[in-house]
């Protein structure tokens, strides 16, 4: 069974920075493209930041270039969201995704909330 924990988010000051973390369970995860995606309140899911099986390439919304980095450890089954520079913007719950076969597959989400 494919399970998607992700932890790290929380409150954070404009200009801050989060770190989180999408630990990968029940399914081969070196094989497999990695993405983030976030929901803010009344707005539809977007995709955030996505990597390839290998680490080799990544791509962002135009909205966090240059602020957040997306990172993989196919040692330990996990991928990471370095957000820096965190603007009130970039509150929403942040979901980690895979897409396995046919199947969009999902974690519980991380609230992420950037306010002073």
């Known amino acids: 069974e494919v399970q998607l924990v992700e932890s790290g988010g929380g409150l954070v000051q404009p200009g801050g920075s989060l770190r989180l973390s999408c630990a990968a369970s029940?399914?081969?995860?070196?094989?497999?493209?990695m993405s983030w995606y976030r929901q803010a309140p009344g707005k539809e899911r977007e995709l955030v930041a996505g990597i390839d099986s290998v680490g080799g390439a990544t791509n962002y919304a135009d909205s966090v270039k240059g602020r957040f980095t997306i990172s993989r450890d196919n040692a330990k089954n996990t991928v990471y969201l370095q957000m820096n520079s965190l603007k009130p913007e970039d509150t929403a719950v942040y979901f980690c995704?895979?897409?396995?076969?046919?199947?969009?597959?999902w974690g519980q989400g991380t609230q992420v909330t950037v306010s002073s």
């Open positions: 029940g399914f081969t995860f070196r094989l497999y493209r």
């Open positions: 995704h895979v897409l396995k076969g046919s199947r969009d597959y």
